[in-house]
């Protein structure tokens, strides 16, 4: 009995040596591809930790992405189209729509009227570029604009959409993209965590916001986003109980961290490595967070850059001035979702106050961003996951009209991070219903994002389960002709 235990104990140790061997040997492999200077000592801080070298010298350092979530109508926003409302309620050409699949709100609409935007458009800046009337504050910075008129996607549904734009699949489980650029890149400030997500919701449809949009999927926990919520405890559970001192919070760390090295040592299990260091994380955030999220010490003129609603927690204007301040303090990635875009019917009422809700916020950040000298290394996105139908869904009346899912094309904005400012990239048929000049898919714009940090999207891999794996998965191409 006692030699079989023994030979089962030697059997299990050559399996976990081998295993581990291998496991280290892939991870040197990998960490060189990724990280080319890792082995001439210059891919280690202080506390040990890997530090993500760029692919190439990068033109933008962090990502604030203004999410805009159910998917805002070009038509009433960018996409300026004086034929709609010349054709109003004509029928849509069965040429145009083709044999494109339809949504089920309206696949069984026998007849598709056409419906111009209630509003006016104007031409602002050097650019010349047509925004509507419900942005009056984004029209002034229009020349810090690159205006993609020609975004298009495969999903034709809020949830994948929403995922693919996120995490590169129409499923889930996979890494959002602020957990690949964490990956790719390291941390700035060790206090604060690389991806943070703000949510926020206007007065239209919300469409569901969830946690597998902000999910480290198969890469370490320490890369999933960190949601910050409004009220006393911006991240749940990071205060200490009652009674306990920060010295009694400091000694527990080290006890349990000698436990889980144990367990280390025995396991070999990567997440506990990166339990221990999620747990230095929340102790360090403890003091960072608190700092960061107070708005108290803004000064009047920003207060009124970002409008009154900036001091009121959980609103679109506090989150682009929270999203300021977390990104100059060395936050990768700040993922803001404001809901509410999603307007099948009551489009004008609606699309107006979510406008009026995000209009002065997204251009005080652009701004704000600009005269700090910040706006150059920090990439703005602004936009949501499809667009919205040329053809009325339901019912067209004069004072009423809603539109469908359009994933054909769709309008976004970008500013900062290297991007050619006072551009307008992409163009759409007369109707706006199909891309005629410059289309970019999902992944191409995926893949510029990541060229503007200093990453080659076709290297950022992750082997999983046999697989290598990418934010792009097998396709996309950066768009040089919008990079400045």
């Not at 943070?196 to 239209?204: A, D, E, K, N, P």
């Not at 301040?325 to 404001?338: A, C, M």
């Not at 339901?394 to 769709?410: A, Q, S, V």
């Amino acid at each position: 009995m006692e030699k079989e235990i023994l030979e089962h104990g030697l059997h299990f140790n050559r399996r976990r040596f081998l295993s581990r061997l291998s496991l280290g040997l892939g991870s040197a492999a990998l960490g060189s591809l990724l990280i080319p200077d890792l082995f001439s000592g210059n891919g280690m801080d202080e506390d040990g930790l890997t530090v993500g070298i760029p692919h190439f010298a990068p033109k933008a350092k962090r990502v604030i992405y203004l999410f805009q979530n159910g998917a805002p109508s070009q038509q009433e926003l960018f996409d300026y189209k004086p034929k709609l409302r010349e054709m109003m309620g004509q029928e849509l050409p069965p040429s145009v729509r083709g044999t494109q699949r339809l949504t089920g709100m309206t696949a069984n609409q026998k007849e598709f009227p056409m419906v111009g935007s209630f509003v006016d458009f104007k031409q602002y800046g050097q650019s010349r570029a047509w925004v509507s009337d419900l942005f009056p504050y984004t029209a002034k910075i229009v020349d810090d604009l690159c205006i993609v008129k020609s975004m298009f996607t495969e999903a034709i549904n809020h949830d994948p959409a929403l995922t693919f734009l996120q995490t590169g699949s129409q499923q889930g489980n996979r890494p959002s993209m602020g957990s690949w650029l964490s990956y790719g890149l390291g941390n700035e400030n060790k206090n604060l965590p690389n991806f943070t997500v703000l949510l926020s919701r206007g007065i239209g449809n919300g469409q569901g916001v969830y946690s597998k949009l902000w999910s480290n999927g198969f890469l370490d926990s320490v890369h999933q986003g960190v949601q910050f919520s409004k009220g006393e405890d911006p991240v749940l559970y990071l205060r200490d109980p009652e009674g306990m001192s920060r010295q009694d919070r400091r000694d527990m760390l080290d006890n349990l961290a000698q436990l889980n090295d144990l367990s280390y040592q025995e396991f070999g299990d990567p997440e506990i490595a990166a339990k221990v260091k999620q747990y230095e994380m929340a102790y360090r955030m403890q003091t960072a967070v608190p700092e960061v999220m107070d708005l108290s010490k803004e000064p009047d003129d920003i207060i009124k850059l970002y409008g009154p609603d900036c001091l009121v927690p959980g609103t679109f204007a506090a989150n682009c001035l929270l999203a300021r301040k977390l990104s100059e303090n060395g936050v990768r990635f700040v993922q803001l979702y404001h809901q509410g875009w999603d307007q099948h019917g009551n489009l004008p009422f609606e699309i107006a106050k979510q406008a009026k809700d995000v209009d002065q916020a997204s251009a005080a950040l652009v701004t704000d961003l600009k005269q700090r000298g910040l706006l150059d290394e920090t990439l703005v996105i602004w936009g949501g996951e499809f667009g919205r139908t040329s053809y009325t869904q339901g019912k067209l009346t004069k004072e009423n009209y809603g539109r469908d899912h359009h994933p054909r094309c769709f309008t976004i904005w970008m500013a900062g991070g290297g991007i050619k400012p006072g551009m307008v990239y992409g163009e759409t048929d007369d109707v706006g219903y199909n891309i005629i000049k410059d289309p970019v898919h999902v992944h191409d714009f995926q893949a510029t994002i990541l060229n503007q940090l200093g990453l080659n999207h076709e290297k950022l891999i992750f082997k999983h389960q046999g697989r290598r794996y990418r934010l792009t998965d097998v396709s996309g191409k950066v768009i040089h002709d919008i990079l400045a």
